[in-house]
């Protein structure tokens, strides 16, 4: 799914919103929950793809598979 992932990133005390390989961040929040919730609506308002979170020491923390217009989507049992 290169390309419909979207990263939640630490950065300077904020976190990032970001495309995977885009040059620039879709946007910076000052709380990680709200960039979450931010990229969550990307994803669902698009194609889908996979929410990957990174925490503070810049370790993969969660991935979460986001499905577009799926009106039964899969029980999420980490979030």
């Known amino acids: ?3 419909r992932n979207i990263w939640i990133s630490p950065d300077d005390g904020q976190w990032k919103v970001q495309r995977e390989g ?3 961040s879709s946007r910076v929040f000052d709380i ?3 960039a979450e919730n931010y990229g969550r ?3 669902q308002n ?3 793809g996979e929410l990957i979170t990174q925490g503070e020491n810049g370790q ?4 979460d598979t986001i499905n577009a ?3 039964n ?3 999420d049992k980490e979030h």
Do not use: F
């Not at 993969?60 to 991935?63: A, F, L, Q």
């Open 69 to 71: 217009n799926d009106p």
């Open 73 to 75: 989507p899969p029980t």
């Open 32 to 34: 990680q929950r709200e």
């Open 60 to 63: 993969i923390r969660s991935k």
């Open 41 to 43: 609506n990307i994803l």
């Open 22 to 24: 885009a040059e620039r």
């Open 1 to 3: 799914m290169a390309g």
């Open 46 to 48: 698009n194609s889908g």
